[in-house]
């Protein structure tokens, strides 16, 4: 079974705070995205990675940074927290290989950031 | 602009019965269309996806109908199960440039014992 983690299920940082979340990935997937969940507006792509440092902007990557050093592990940095990123983090992974011509995400559990 | 819609944020069906979700796109470019479940406190699972080139894809008690002159797709559940009560999520794949999915808002499902 496929299992990605997510360093944290609960987080509160402070206004101006750096925030660093940590994606691992446990099956050899090239690609890795991380999303935000808002009540109303569904999941929504912040940035995206298909190979090792490799990264692009998905649809908010406003206020984001990411890091992909290795295969396996993908990090959303808030370079300076504000409460507008208060949401539901969550990260994914997929495999052109997996076949099919699709290739399916798998779903951390999420992070809940509160930013006060 | 919202290129993937779930009109409907939520649904209440009896056990036994039919749930219908629906979903509408605007991009012709989407390719590939999934359904995501997700429970609270964890993340979205797979459910079942179809191509754009289908009509329908079925896997046991769902079924994915694509209408694609309709830019419309819709999940039907058959028998709904108390179980099924989550938020379903619909996505589609974009072809254009660098490939990606964008969700709907999602549709909460409560089937009623």
């Known amino acids: 079974d496929v299992k990605v983690t997510q360093s944290s299920r609960y987080l509160v940082k402070r206004t101006g705070e750096k925030v660093f979340l940590e994606c691992v990935q446990d099956m050899d997937h090239e690609n890795m995205f991380w999303y935000r969940q808002d009540p109303g507006l569904g999941l929504r792509l912040i940035y995206f990675?298909?190979?090792?440092?490799?990264?692009e902007k998905g649809d908010i990557p406003e206020g984001y940074s990411v890091s992909r050093e290795k295969k396996e592990r993908f990090s959303l940095i808030l370079e300076s927290a504000s409460t507008n990123q208060t949401s539901m983090y969550l990260c994914?992974?997929?495999?052109?290989?997996?076949?099919?011509?699709?290739?399916?995400?798998?779903f951390g559990p999420g992070t809940r950031l509160t930013v006060l | 602009d919202q290129q993937v819609k779930q009109n409907s944020p939520s649904l209440s069906v009896q056990e036994g019965r039919i749930s219908i979700l629906n979903c509408d796109y605007t991009n012709s470019m989407f390719d590939y269309f999934l359904w995501y479940k997700k429970y609270p406190a964890e993340g979205p699972t797979f459910l079942i996806s179809i191509s754009s080139i289908k009509d329908k894809n079925e896997d046991g008690r769902f079924t994915v109908f694509l209408n694609k002159s309709a830019k419309h797709l819709s999940l039907h559940i058959v028998p709904s199960q108390p179980g099924d009560s989550a938020v379903y999520f619909c996505a589609a794949r974009t072809t254009s440039g660098t490939y990606k999915y964008i969700f709907g808002t999602g549709t909460r499902l409560k089937v009623l014992a």
């Open positions: 990675s298909y190979d090792v440092k490799m990264k």
């Open positions: 994914a992974s997929s495999s052109p290989r997996q076949g099919a011509g699709t290739d399916t995400q798998y």
